[in-house]
Structure formats: C-alpha cells, structure tokens
C-alpha cells in the first residue's frame, strides 16, 4: 500500500487525481498540501492546511511515495507576475527539492506545452524555468506533464479562456500530424496518465500532450 502526496487537490485536475486515488486499492493515504480545505471526509485524506510559499517549514510531514504536483495559476487569477512567479516556479521546486530531501522516489508536475526557459514570453519561460529546476532537484523518477489547452470546466469564470476553449474545440479537426499535440486535452485525461505513469512509469521524463492522452487510454 502507498502514500501520495496532492499539491493542488482543490484545483480543476488535482481535483480530479484526488478522486481517483481516493478509489484506488494501491494507495491507503492521501496528503493533501493546500491553503484551503478540499471539503471531502474520507479515512484515506491527511490534510494539511498552510501557506505553501513555506513548505520547507512542513518538512516533517512532507512523507510519502510519490508526489502529484498539480499546482498552477493564471494571468487572469494572478495579475502580479512577482506572485504568478512564487506559485508556479516557486512552489513545484520547493516541492521537488523537499521530496529529495526526504527520499520521495517519484515526482509528477504538471507544465505547458511551450515551456522554455529561454522564452521571452513570461508564461512559457517561467514554466521552463520551473521543470530545469524540479529536474535540478534530482528526485529519481520525475515526470513532467506537458498538457495543451485544458478543457474542463472550473469552479472560477474566465471569460478569455472559455472563449479559447471554444475556438479550440473547433481547431482540434483541423489539428492532424505533427499539430496533434497542440489539441485541447480534458483534466480527466491528465489525471489519468498521472497516476499510469506513477505506477507503471514512462520512458521519458517531459511527456507531451499527445503522448498524454495516449498513456490515458491505457486505463
């Protein structure tokens, strides 16, 4: 029986792996890392509810098997590039550096197709920036997901993304080939491939989001 550790349970796909791993017989423990309380009474939930730009200070508790990091923000949510910065770069790293620290063997984090540390774009080169350096940490097996346009609806309205979304829907016909990738994915889908590559593992560290849903069909 495993433990798993959750960073983001209470957003759209952490959601989404905290329910599956919830019915999953492998796993006897879920820890759920978050600012807010996912709303869910289950023998299997730990929760810990902190300020997650201080995680180191959580060390102690920061046990477990393997780590689903599923934390993200928007420009929208998250105007501040200083605080867009702290959530999206910061935290996954202190994550990935606190599971070596405490001899976690795996380390699943969600990214964006496009991630470049080199971009000069903000979004793609803080997400690049963050998978050199969760790769930096050097837990064993680290696996960073690399999904296209989430579409799945969230809790919170944003109005330019839900138009993307539609726009998406009908560019994904027309995305063959080599666009494939860059079709719109469902967060049931990276959830599923999270918790496949979790236990079956998967031969490359930065998964695409074609490659995604093809280790999703597995299931």
Do not use: W
Not at 35 to 48: C, F, L, V, W, Y
Not at 207 to 219: G, H, L, P
């Amino acid at each position: 029986m495993k433990t798993a550790i959750i960073l983001g349970a209470t957003g759209l796909t952490g959601g989404l792996v905290l329910e599956k791993l919830l019915k999953d017989r492998r796993y006897d423990s879920v820890k759920l890392f978050s600012r807010s309380t996912a709303g869910i009474n289950h023998p299997k939930i730990e929760e810990h509810l902190i300020d997650l730009f201080e995680l180191e200070k959580y060390a102690e508790s920061f046990t477990a098997d393997e780590v689903y990091c599923n934390i993200g923000t928007t420009k929208s949510k998250t105007p501040n590039e200083d605080v867009y910065r702290k959530i999206d770069y910061g935290i996954p790293v202190a994550a990935a550096k606190l599971a070596k620290k405490n001899n976690i063997e795996k380390f699943l984090v969600i990214s964006a197709l496009g991630a470049d540390a080199d971009s000069k774009m903000f979004y793609n080169k803080t997400k690049g920036e963050m998978e050199r350096d969760v790769l930096k940490a050097e837990v064993p097996e680290t696996y960073i997901f690399q999904p296209s346009l989430i579409a799945g609806d969230r809790k919170e309205k944003r109005i330019f993304e839900a138009f993307g979304k539609h726009v998406m829907k009908v560019l994904n016909y027309l995305m063959v080939g080599p666009l494939k990738k860059y079709q719109s994915i469902h967060p049931e889908t990276i959830a599923k491939a999270m918790i496949i590559v979790a236990n079956e593992g998967y031969q490359k560290k930065k998964i695409e989001s074609d490659e995604i849903k093809q280790i999703a069909k597995q299931e």
